[in-house]
């Protein structure tokens, strides 16, 4: 019997025109996309405190350099290798990942990735508020040292995001290509600022390392390495939302291998060398670029530049991490949460998540927050990259993941194997952080996550050759 046009038609559950495989005419993303893309991403404030940390952390600009550069090489590996799947059936993260957890299960990789970029957007809205608060401090000085003032500005601005997710983020698009020029202009000017102040480039970046042994040094590299790679962990598991509109593998494989370490390394050394000349300056290493604004003692060029920064934060506050997390929590429930209800879940949760703390001091963002949360990504990274290359030899039936029943299905759209690998890995990435005798484990987070959980998962589908050597491709 021919199957009716019901019957073959993909389930509504699972499907619609978003997470619909891309077609072929609107593949149309070359290589320069992809550089430009990266270089539009990279320059954003915490990007800048992510180097500025380093050297706050007493490391001088050789050693900062390059464990930024090795980060991001390192990351590039599994970015690479999710988005070849995007790139070569032209689907989203969400479908893409239905491969590996179930239908149901994909869900869970979604939340925590939703999650982290709820913690992302706090910390942007207290970057704004801090952005807020130093412009007033600018104009009104006594104001200074009055940390209620940074609190309504926090909340201020953090309301201003609110709004622009309840009228819909069409509302600030005109702002979109603003956003990277204005944070590479403040952070120019920013630059030849501490380069005059300094004397040159031998004394700002003159500043030694802290470090007098290789074990101290050692102790504090391992884990910053793991912060730089987690820094784009959310990006490495839904990497193919932007593959998928790829001309073919190489666009995107050259793109990305040249775009990401190149525009994270160069903008990066805008912020150690910054931080670095603050040492000489200031007798002290400013790791805010917020608060070395604050220090310039031409009100109108502050204020000018804390416009720009405040701008700038916004937009890329609502574009990165805003649109994501909110069809992800409507996804769980389509008809009670809508992509405005979604993201007024993100807000809520993100001030839920005190971004204050997360940003009080360098170690708190680096040590706390980064390494914290590569701990839960990277077993997902792992497994998703297990199961495509290792498992599926990068073959996936499109047809099947549109669908309930199909060989996606496992146990009523839930992997077991994906869920007990993922358990295991987040748990034994993150238990140093509460058990003294294995914190070298957290160090790692990242790395025992992504290995231990790749290479379970791994082990646990070879009982399961049916599901493993599906070789059909189709689409809805």
Same mark, same amino acid.
Not at 162 to 169: E, F, L, Y
Not at 195 to 221: D, I, N, Q
């Given at each position: 019997m021919i199957p009716s046009a019901a019957e073959l038609a993909p389930d509504?559950? *699972?499907y619609n025109k978003d997470l619909a495989p891309t077609e072929p005419a609107r593949r149309t993303w070359s290589t320069y996309n992809y550089i430009a893309l990266w270089f539009s991403m990279s320059m954003a404030v915490t990007t800048y405190m992510l180097a500025s940390s380093l050297i706050a952390g007493g490391m001088n600009w050789k050693q900062a350099i390059f464990t930024i550069l090795l980060g991001n090489l390192i990351v590039l590996i599994p970015m690479l290798l999710n988005a070849h799947a995007g790139a070569k059936y032209g689907i989203p993260f969400p479908v893409f990942v239905r491969a590996s957890f179930g239908p149901i299960g994909a869900n869970i990789p979604a939340i925590l990735r939703a999650i982290v970029a709820c913690g992302w957007f706090g910390i942007q809205s207290w970057l704004g508020g801090e952005a807020i608060a130093a412009m007033v401090g600018v104009l009104l000085p006594q104001t200074i040292h009055m940390p209620w003032v940074l609190w309504i500005c926090f909340l201020g601005f953090w309301l201003l995001n609110?709004?622009?997710?309840?009228?819909?983020?069409e509302s600030i698009r005109f702002l979109q290509s603003l956003s990277a020029p204005?944070?590479?202009?403040?952070?120019?000017?920013?630059?030849?600022?501490?380069?005059?102040?300094?004397?040159?480039?031998?004394?700002? *970046?003159?500043? @030694?390392?802290?470090?007098?042994?290789?074990?101290?040094?050692?102790?504090?590299?391992?884990?910053?390495?793991?912060?730089?790679?987690? /820094?784009?962990?959310?990006?490495?598991?839904?990497? @193919?939302?932007?593959?998928?509109?790829?001309?073919?593998?190489?666009?995107?494989?050259i793109g990305q291998a040249f775009g990401l370490p190149v525009a994270m390394t160069l903008y990066s050394f805008i912020g150690v060398a910054v931080t670095s000349a603050s040492t000489a300056v200031f007798g002290e290493p400013i790791w805010n670029p917020i608060t070395l604004i604050g220090r310039i003692h031409q009100p109108f060029a502050a204020f000018l530049g804390l416009i720009g920064l405040l701008v700038a934060t916004l937009n890329v506050n609502i574009a990165a991490n805003v649109v994501s997390p909110s069809n992800d929590f409507s996804n769980l429930a389509p008809r009670l949460i809508s992509f405005r209800t979604g993201g007024m879940i993100t807000g809520f949760l993100g001030l839920a998540m005190m971004p204050w703390k997360l940003m009080e001091t360098f170690g708190s963002y680096v040590f706390g927050w980064l390494v914290g949360y590569s701990g839960?990504?990277? @077993?997902?990274?792992?497994?998703?990259?297990?199961?495509?290359?290792?498992?599926?030899?990068?073959?996936?039936?499109?047809?099947?993941?549109?669908?309930?029943?199909?060989?996606?299905? /496992?146990?009523?759209?839930?992997? %077991?194997?994906?869920?007990?690998?993922?358990?295991?890995?987040?748990?034994?990435?993150?238990?140093?952080?509460?058990? @003294?005798?294995?914190?070298?484990?957290?160090?790692?987070?990242?790395?025992?996550?992504?290995?231990?959980?790749?290479?379970? /998962?791994?082990?646990?589908?070879?009982?399961? %050759?049916?599901v493993a050597t599906e070789r059909i491709e189709a689409t809805p």
């Open positions: 509504p559950r *699972l609110m709004a622009v997710v309840w009228r819909g983020v204005f944070m590479l202009a403040i952070s120019l000017v920013l630059l030849f600022w501490m380069l005059h102040k300094a004397g040159g480039f031998g004394p700002m *970046l003159s500043t @030694p390392s802290k470090f007098t042994s290789t074990r101290s040094f050692l102790r504090f590299f391992f884990p910053s390495l793991t912060a730089m790679v987690g /820094y784009w962990a959310t990006l490495s598991l839904n990497i @193919p939302d932007f593959t998928r509109y790829a001309k073919n593998q190489d666009a995107q494989m839960l990504l990277g @077993p997902v990274a792992g497994i998703m990259v297990a199961d495509y290359f290792l498992v599926r030899g990068t073959k996936l039936d499109c047809y099947s993941l549109y669908r309930r029943g199909g060989i996606y299905e /496992y146990r009523r759209g839930l992997n %077991p194997a994906a869920l007990i690998a993922l358990v295991i890995g987040v748990v034994a990435a993150l238990i140093g952080r509460f058990a @003294p005798s294995v914190a070298f484990l957290y160090d790692y987070a990242w790395f025992v996550g992504f290995f231990l959980s790749g290479a379970l /998962y791994y082990l646990m589908m070879l009982g399961k %050759p049916a």
